[in-house]
């Protein structure tokens, strides 16, 4: 790389010294400047003569844009002005502010304009309509530079405090959705430096000066900051400009050099020497970039690419450099998205491959694509079937099954819709890091430095753990944390198998950890670690369960597939797959509970009930032992009677979107599961359209089990307090009686201890407890409640009777003498135990 010698372009006197601005049509057809003075130039692509002049503008122009059919000016004196390309002549004013305009943003489709002034607030302007204006509040201070992402949907606002403001347009009000706070200078909004935040053409990302003279690209999903441009400019950044591909980026500053930098490598390509420039516009399909300084030049530099990298500027559209591209993440067959929706496929010469829907492959393949042809001058159908020889085959006949070749193409072309598989508590790559685990024990986190990796193991418990730090060359990807160690697994790469790798926190051995590599051809899919075992599904749909210490103590093939993840608790794991295809074209998805050590099964190919087009989010065991599900619809469902075959019901313990902090309507968060511990959800708050946390560490929140019963939403202004009393005791009763019927399933396969039973006792109370409240809003509800308050106390379980004899004091404290008498009746069937026959 070096400085570029070739023949320089002469400069143009477009304007006085001063403020410069340009900008290309989007045909590239001409290019339109504007400065100090009151003259506005329009130059004509690859003419040498003379521009075109608009001489009655406004003067002291801070701001152009434009499109093939009309530019806007702004200027100091709050003017935004419209004139025409095709007669040069002023046509109307677009908008009027009480202070200097800074800014103006034309959208990819030319219908509106986006205008930014001293003022704290942006003017979004409908082009056709000058009274639709939608407005870009909350800034602090005045935004400097305005940009539109390729789809038009989004605008970044870099304000003058430093702040690039990213806003999505919406027909109402736009909606500020990111603030990327360190990426720019404060800046005053008359400084020469730029601010400016630029959208890759890709639309996945801008780029934008920081403080230390580099480029920084930032993502615009999740506002990481991705790739660089460093250590190229000695002074501040004045304009950047991508090439139309997004393969190049061209850059200016102070410095007095202009550099060309390759966007896949972030390198330097070419050094150009050209002082004062202050702004740049690339040409939109001619290798031609064109710039002016701040002494009112115009410099038109045809041949701008030398022949070696003019190469890049005609390749179809780049990818924006992320660190981890998850373009470059999917597979081979993959295609990558544009802006405009069109997919950009590997081989351009490819032929489209059908789809279900198309055309093509309803009707065949038309005669004109094949490379034999065959006349079929008699009638006799020889194209209906032609073989490699030019012989008439039997395609003209009839298929054994009764279904013709063109809808079995069909058929067969069709895929359903899979549960794809996921390791719980671990989160996507977002920028570099991402988090292999999250649970109430802790959290494991990794960094992506290029090279390696670097992974951070941390405890909430500093005083029985101890947090560590280690550099990772296996590139894991999963891991599970637990009391006794923690578990990673690393996809194959670069010719090595899958591993797994385990690493006890505290052994009375030099060395306990231990890691073994799996067959050739093999990838992990899943891991799970509990007390006693460890828990690998894999690719083949292999189920490998190993000793804490490495030793493999049971491989099977796992019925359903393909596999999608696992879960363990003590002797216990669950490992759900595939099934048979719904209705809905997507498979049911299974799961299977087994005890490694007594080698039983307790669950066998059963249903994960969700509903329609739901997907599971995060699988786990719950503090006392039961399988636990999180859905995408925001339900969490616990497993009951899990341990007895063919018993087993998911059974919802909460419904997130019905949480009272969500009634107002105002807030919009989901959130990310976490555990199930002492009959509490613990997850992670999501905001603003988030769906994975991220740093810096969050914080955990917990809410109370709530079986959604009934309508949460009840008439404040009712008379009847039993209206408002009934459902939040009857949901008491549900939920209590699930706890208990939990904790009998525990104690009955298990050795309990006296502990537990005294919790069992208390449980058994507590359901009692919340029948005898019901009873008492029946009762003093009046007498026509007879029927059910009867009914409430025969669902009491009280062997001693003393519940029932409760139940008939409540009756007489409220004069139900009929009530009371109906449950001296039942207390005397119990007693003689005839109850049941009846």
Known sequence: MAAVTQQRPRARPAHPSGPTFLTYTPNGKQLVTAGSNNVVRVYATGSDGEPTNLDDCQENNTAIAATNDFFLTGSEDGTVCMYSLDTYTYEKMLTRCTLPIRDIALSPDGQWAAVASDELIVKVINIADTYTVLYLRDLPRPAKHLSFDPSGSYIAASCADGIVYVYKLSTEEPDLVRKVDGLIRSLDVESESSSRAVWHPDGRAFAAPTATRDIQLVSSGDGERQRAF??????????????????????????????????????????????????MAWHPTQNIVSFVTSDGELYIYEGFLQPDTFTLLQKPMQSSPFIRDPLAETSGNASKVLPNGVKDKPDARAKRRGTPDSLDDILGPELGDEDDFVSDDDGAGYL????????????????????????????HAWQPRLHQSFQPGSTPWRGNRKYLSLNLTGFVWTVDQDTHHTVTVEFYDHEFHRDFHFTDPYL???????????????????????????????????????????PAGEDVTSISLSDSYIVVTTSTNYVRVFTLYGTPFRVYRQKSSPTVTCASWRDYILTMGNGTVGGDGSTKLLYNIENVKRDEVCQSEDIVAL?????VKSVFFSDNGD???????????????????????????????????LASGRKEETYWPVAVAQEKFHCIILKGGDQYPYFPKPLLSEFDFKI??????????????AVLESPKLEETF????????????????TNATHSQRTELSRREIDVNKSLLQLLNVECREGEDRGMKALEIVGLMKDPSGKMVEAAGKVAGRYGRTVLQEKIG??????????EDEE
């Open 627 to 661: 399988p636990c599900v999180y859905d995408s619809t925001g339900i969490l469902l616990i497993l009951q009677h899990w341990r007895s075959p063919g018993q087993a019901r998911w059974v919802p313990v909460l419904d997130t979107k019905q949480l009272e902090r």
């Open 708 to 721: 959604p019963c009934s309508n949460p939403t009840l008439p404040k202004d009712s008379e009847d307090s």
């Open 384 to 411: 209906d079937g032609v073989n490699g020889f030019g012989k008439r085959s039997n395609g003209h006949l009839d298929s054994i099954d009764g279904i013709d070749n063109k809808r079995r193409a069909t058929i």
């Open 230 to 279: 460093s250590g190229g400019h000695m002074g501040d950044v004045t304009a950047l400009v991508w090439s139309p591909n997004g393969a190049l980026l061209i850059t200016s500053a102070s410095d007095r050099k202009i550099l060309l930098w390759d966007t896949k490598t972030q390198k330097i390509l070419a050094r150009y020497d050209y002082p004062s420039v202050i702004n």
């Open 734 to 749: 549900v939920r209590s009686s699930l706890m208990l019927s939990l904790l009998e399933d525990l104690i009955s396969s």
């Open 611 to 615: 509903t329609e087009g739901a997907q």
């Open 476 to 518: 894991y990807d999963k891991a599970c944390l637990n009391e006794n160690g923690t578990l990673f697994s690393c996809p194959p790469a670069n010719g090595n198998p899958a591993m797994v790798f385990y690493r006890p926190h505290e052994t009375w051995t030099t060395r306990a950890d231990w890691r073994t590599q799996l």
């Open 825 to 834: 009746e039942l207390a005397e069937k119990r007693l003689l135990g005839i």
